[in-house]
């Protein structure tokens, strides 16, 4: 059964740092490209970031780039995502995606997502 | 940034009845296109990718069509367990992006 689990959500001050983490299981890991979306409540789908199989393509979102870095860690089976200059309009649930395909393509699994709020 | 348009915002069905909800890009994407069913309180399920094909388990009620910039969701008899918001999401390049939604009420 495969399943993608996120961790390190919380509430973070304006300006600070965050490291979401996502372990990965079920599945032959280092064969797939990955995805961050995140969803503010209430609100609609928005994609984040996207990180391909072997770390050769990554991909940001025009209202994270610069701030937020996309990684994975092939050895441990695990996909980060460290979030920089927080920001209000970061509030969101953030979910881990796995994606069918070494590159871009459509999210076939999704974690159950992590919720991150910033506010002072 | 591509950016996808979904009509209409809101569908209201009576069970049984057939559902159509429509996409649109704002430049061509081929056939990378998917389809997600969200209900409230749970992670979003992939339904259709490649514009047509249906995803594993996904039963025949529901179907995709379309390419270039204009796609369809057909849901064919709806069923109460479709209630949700559907999204539809391209993935022409690594920049994806989502629809805005349209909710499906019953």
Known sequence: E???VESGGGLVQPGRSLRLSCV???????DY??????????????????????NGSVG??????????????????SLYLLMKNMR????????????DGFGSGPGDFWGQGSLVTVSS | EIVMTQSPATLSVSPGERATLSCRAGQTISNNLAWYHQRPGQAPRLLIYGASTRATGITARFSGSGSGTEFTLTISSL????????????YNNWRASFGQGTKVEI
């Open chain 1, 60 to 77: 940001y979102a025009d209202s994270v780039k610069g701030r937020f870095t996309i990684s994975r860690d092939n050895a441990k089976n």
């Open chain 1, 2 to 4: 495969i399943q993608l």
């Open chain 1, 24 to 30: 990965a299981s079920g599945f032959t890991f280092d």
């Open chain 1, 88 to 99: 209000p309009e970061d509030t969101a649930f953030y979910y881990c995606v796995k994606v």
């Open chain 2, 79 to 90: 069923q109460s367990e479709d209630l949700g918001v559907y999204y539809c999401q391209q």
């Open chain 1, 33 to 54: 490209a990955m995805h961050w979306v995140r969803q503010p409540p209430g609100r609609g789908l928005e994609w984040v970031a996207g990180i391909s199989w072997n």
